[in-house]
């Protein structure tokens, strides 16, 4: 198992982690290899691998991993369950990265809900749906250790209707009368939080508001799952569940289960039979949401998927950009436009994408579109001779109902991802 294995000091929200390992040390798997910063939020760093230190800068820190290794690792050592969470290192694995003690330090005054985000929000994305079928048991018993943290007295688990054999083992392993299972229709963006808790509970937060307006967290299934290995087995977050996919020698998706943090994104792609001489790029996380990334990336806490996407089209000479708060940026969109040989000459924002403070968009009402007639009209008159959009399921039905009619041909961000593995293309869609 010899390979350079890579830790990035900042893969979650809050301050970088600050090292304390030097050069040339000999580290354990488990061992702490960098701790959060004090009074900010932040979370610790573990290596995953037994090893040498071979590099420690103010962005990183690289182990020579040892040839052979073994699956123990070095223990937690704190007691109560808070405490294992936040040494840890747990962050939100479902992408965000928000430090989970920070997320469960504030317990419920008069009761709450905790829903699990067992969605698997992306497409071609199913590890969490491999974990629910072997461990239907440890996620409710992970889900248990979250609501006695916060003081809930209530848990739910909310997973798309069409997983329909991982929802049966659920309720086969739900022995208790405060935890439920909640099916979410088949449609993107079913995962994101404030979708979640409008489904599960009817509440619809405004933009700025977080699960808790409602008297709910939503936390993530891979996230409930590592919190029971961290309290009962006492292990650090050091592997990470993910699904590898598209141009691929192999099957053209595999789940991966434990791969160790800090493996490099082409030797993950060598566990899955390698890539096909030809490809677009190669994006981590999901079709909708991903973000291109090199071979040489590491795998990092939030990684939950690596795709090598089919070689881009050819664009045409000028391309109009629409952008969704629930999918691909403005600066996400540009790098495809690029890509596809296109001038991008006009931009805009699907009415309900809602900038916020940090400059990022929100949905108004994920998954629910008012209508793109007057968006695709404007993109039109700025010149574009075909629509690039980052959609939803409901908006990209939308897009289509005017834009055909308009004689702009649509693409959508990902278009790459889902033809490398041979998924049908977001167009029109019935939902």
């Known amino acids: 198992m010899e390979g350079v294995y890579t830790y990035p000091l900042k893969q979650h929200i809050g301050g970088p982690s600050k090292p304390i390992v030097q050069k040339g040390d000999k580290v354990l798997r488990g061992q702490l290899i960098a701790e959060a910063a004090e009074n900010q939020l932040g979370a610790n760093v573990f290596t995953s691998v037994s090893g040498e230190v071979r590099e420690v800068t103010e962005q990183l820190i690289c182990i020579i991993a040892d040839e052979t290794q073994s699956k123990e690792y070095v223990k937690l050592t704190s007691k109560a369950p808070l405490d294992l969470i936040r040494e840890s290192g747990l962050v939100g694995l479902g992408g965000a990265g928000f430090p989970t003690y920070a997320k469960l330090q504030k317990p419920f005054d008069n009761g709450g809900t905790i829903i699990v985000n067992a969605a698997e929000c992306e497409p071609i994305l199913d590890h969490n749906m491999r974990r629910i079928a072997t461990e239907a048991d440890n996620l409710i018993k992970g889900l248990k250790i979250v609501m006695e943290v916060v003081n809930a ?4 688990i909310a997973i798309k209707d069409i997983h329909t054999e991982e929802i049966e083992d659920l309720k086969v392993s739900i022995n ?7 099916t979410l229709p088949n449609m993107y963006p079913m995962g994101e939080e404030r979708a979640i808790v409008r489904e599960v509970l009817g509440i619809l937060l405004e933009v700025g508001q977080l699960p808790m307006a409602g008297k709910a967290i939503v936390i993530n299934a891979e996230t409930v799952l590592r919190i029971r290995e961290a309290v009962e087995d006492k292990k650090p977050l050091i592997d990470k569940d993910m699904t590898v996919g598209g141009k691929l020698k192999g099957a053209l998706t595999q789940v991966m289960l434990d791969i160790p943090l800090g493996m490099s994104v082409g030797d993950v792609f060598k566990k899955a039979g390698g890539i096909g001489l030809e490809y677009g790029e190669i994006i981590m ?3 909708f949401t991903g973000k291109r990334v090199n071979l040489t990336d590491p795998i990092i806490k939030t990684t939950g998927g690596l795709i090598a996407t ?13 952008v969704c708060a629930c999918g691909g940026n403005k600066e996400r969109l540009e790098e495809i436009a690029v890509s596809m040989g296109s001038k991008v000459v006009g931009v805009a924002y699907c009415k309900q ?4 403070k940090n400059g990022t968009r929100k949905c108004e009402n994920p998954g629910k579109c008012p209508g793109q007639v007057e ?11 075909a629509l690039l959009i980052s959609n939803c399921t409901d908006c990209s039905n939308t897009v289509m109902s005017c834009a055909p009619q308009l004689k702009l041909p649509v693409y959508h961000c990902t278009d790459g991802a889902l033809r490398a593995v041979n998924m049908k293309l977001v167009r029109k869609i019935k939902v």
Do not use: C, H, R, T
């Open 153 to 156: 007295n209530k848990g739910i």
């Open 176 to 182: 208790e009368s405060n935890i439920a299972v909640a």
């Open 285 to 287: 996380g999901g079709p």
């Open 310 to 322: 089919e070689e881009f089209w050819k664009g045409p000479e000028k391309i109009g950009l629409l």
């Open 353 to 356: 994408a809602i900038e916020i």
């Open 375 to 385: 968006k695709v009209l404007k993109l039109k008159k700025d010149g574009a001779q």
